[in-house]
């Protein structure tokens, strides 16, 4: 018999030690599980133990009498599975303690049951006074990295408590629906039809939010394309572009094509080229056009170096830049582990870099958006403001709605505002001469 808690455990020691995040590595152990309920409780521990990790380790660095070695790193992330299951999920405390200790033994380390039910009986006999001890610092209580505490204090004087506050819980489950095939209405009454409870995402125009999540097989003519799963904000981008028959349409950093498809669903006849540097994702585009029934030129490059364009300009560029991923941190908790202070600064020069490449290739009178899933103005605001004051031709199209925040330049939308991901939008137009 497989031991859950063992395998969570080393989900949690891959993330926390070779610094892979759980996409990458969650499904090739989730396959290993047979039962759908084993695998929703390894998800549900493995997100769960990312998203408190930082209040995890404090308990459990206050309930080792001395940090355990490297080599029992192992054993440290088990503890955390353990202090998890306790602290957050309604398991009966026997069961996760008999389970947890138990895998001590199934990593051929059996001196560590002992110590493994000795930390969680410990937790479980002083939880309250411990747990009241957690609230006292703020990297505890919103079980978040300094960095990001002080990032978001700064930039955001009167939401920071409500971004970490958000930041840890579930995300929402929202869908777009393809008005090429169906109206959002009738898609709202098949789901109806199906008992799925959901209501229309009046900031968009295609998106549906569901009450609780479903799998996506439960999902009426997903096969057929009738619709994506893709959050509400992130639909924003493709309505920004204001697409119209006939342009020629760069969607630069394309992978895994959420957007490239609402691209198409909106305009089909435009001639559009995807691009992303990464061919394994560039397959997933291509899956996903694939099942909406739809195609563009899928073309696997470094979007900064344009050497792999023909000369020809685009009307309308969509620039989702690679970013800190700072405003989907409850839909990716692991960013929280895996990201580190430095990166926004490598991250701001390679999202210069892709503005400029993406600038020369756009056309006079085109429009090119901007777009992040990130809430440090470094990457957004900050990064097109430095690019305008280097390129005369460029200036702002302001984004006039209803959503979000309107910043110096574009608009930000915050975690969980209109029940959203955090994003960020701006839009610039090239001059005609
Ligand atoms: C935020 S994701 C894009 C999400 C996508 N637009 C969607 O809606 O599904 C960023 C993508 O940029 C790609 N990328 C990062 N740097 C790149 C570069 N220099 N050239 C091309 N693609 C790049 C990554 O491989 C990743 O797939």
Redesign the pocket.
Known sequence: MINLRMLAARVIYQVLTHGRSLSDCLPETLSRLQDVRDQRLLQAICYGVCRWYYRLDALAHSLLEKPLKLKDQDIHCLILVGLFQLMEMRVPAHAVLDETVSAAQAFKKPWAKGLVNAVLRSYQRSATELNEKMLQNLVTLYAHPQWIIDNVQKNWLLDWQTILTVNNQHPPFALRVNQRQISREHYLEKLTANNINARIIPETQAGILLQHPVDVQDLPGFFNGEVSVQDGA?QL?AELLELEAGQRVL??????????GHILELQPNVELIA????EK?LQDVRDNLGRLQCTAACIC????DIEWADGQLFDRI?L????SASGVIRRHPDIKILRRATDVAKLVH?QT??LKAAWSLLKPGGLLVYA??SIFPEENAAVLQAFLRSCPDASEKKISADWGKACAIGRQILPGMHDMDGFYFARLSRGLN
């Open positions: 992130a981008a969607d630069m950093c394309a992978a895994p094509g959420g957007k490239t691009l992303d540097r990464d994702r490059a470094d979007a900064a969509l989702d830049a690679p970013c390679e870099r892709l992040t899933c």
